[in-house]
């Protein structure tokens, strides 16, 4: 069972509406900014990038969820120590990339990021569209696609993604979860060592500093360091697909 506040949809279509951000106090903007400012000192590699927030989700059809999303920043999250105010809840994708022996892969996240061991599959944060342009179904596979390129050197169509699940967990972040077709081991681990190569080059870290090859919940529970919450429910809706479909 998935955890306690671990919310799973099974999710076939997606739509999406800009809204306005909710105004902020004074006062809490300054707590924010302290808040995040300390954060900085802390860990100077946390950059105050645009990202995109959930105002709110819900059902409008069959396995059909409306989502609403504002601009902001990084930085719009430290409002969840903030004492008395509300943070939006995150919006990230992630990808479900299994192996051809029915293992999917997870990654751990470096020192140098917000979440210093942790261990998660490939993903991030969702961008805001450029002037011009939509945040729709097409972009956010898109955004998934480059997520397996950037961590994992992974070049994968975002025709070959499919939405395969949204979640809702911790703070009450939504994930949108891609299951991508499924590669050799060897491909995997030539493509993560190639993408760190290519961010070591350029004179950065790389954002994920080891991967692991799981097939149960049980093997996520024996990798050292904490986890996403998502993670092992992931894990186990995967491999019960696979022995259903197999059966």
């Known amino acids: 069972m998935p955890p306690v506040g671990l919310d799973f949809f ?4 997606l739509h999406l509406a800009e809204v306005e951000a909710p105004p902020l106090s004074p006062e809490d903007e300054s707590a924010r900014n302290r808040v ?5 000192t802390a860990n100077p590699a946390l ?7 959930c105002a709110g989700l819900r059902w409008s059809g069959p396995r059909t969820l409306t989502l609403s999303w504002v601009r902001v920043t990084y930085r719009h999250y430290a409002l969840r120590r903030v004492p008395g105010a509300t943070a939006l809840p995150s919006l990230f994708v992630n990808v479900v990339q299994p192996t051809d022996d029915g293992r999917v892969l997870v990654a751990r996240m ?14 991030g944060s969702v961008e805001p569209p450029h002037d011009g342009e939509a945040l729709d179904e097409a972009a956010l596979g898109g955004q ?4 397996l390129v950037e961590e994992m050197g992974i070049d ?3 025709d070959a993604l499919r939405l395969w ?10 994930g949108l979860t891609y299951l991508a077709p499924a590669l050799r081991e060897s491909v995997l681990r030539e493509g993560f060592a190639a993408a760190a190569r290519a961010e070591r080059a350029q004179g950065r870290e790389p ?11 049980d093997e996520v529970a024996g990798l050292v360091g904490p986890h996403a919450d998502y993670l092992a429910p992931v894990v186990r809706r995967y491999t019960r697909v696979l022995l259903h479909r197999d059966a």
Do not use: C, M, Y
């Open 10 to 13: 099974d999710v076939e279509r």
């Open 36 to 40: 995040w400012d300390k954060a900085v």
């Open 47 to 53: 950059f105050d990038g645009p990202v995109v927030a």
């Open 110 to 123: 470096s020192s140098s990021t917000a979440a210093p061991g942790r261990w998660q599959l490939p993903g």
């Open 144 to 147: 998934a696609a480059r997520e």
């Open 156 to 158: 994968t169509s975002p």
């Open 165 to 174: 699940a949204v979640t809702r967990g911790e703070n009450s972040s939504i």
């Open 207 to 217: 954002e994920l500093d080891e991967i692991a090859l799981v097939r149960s919940p």
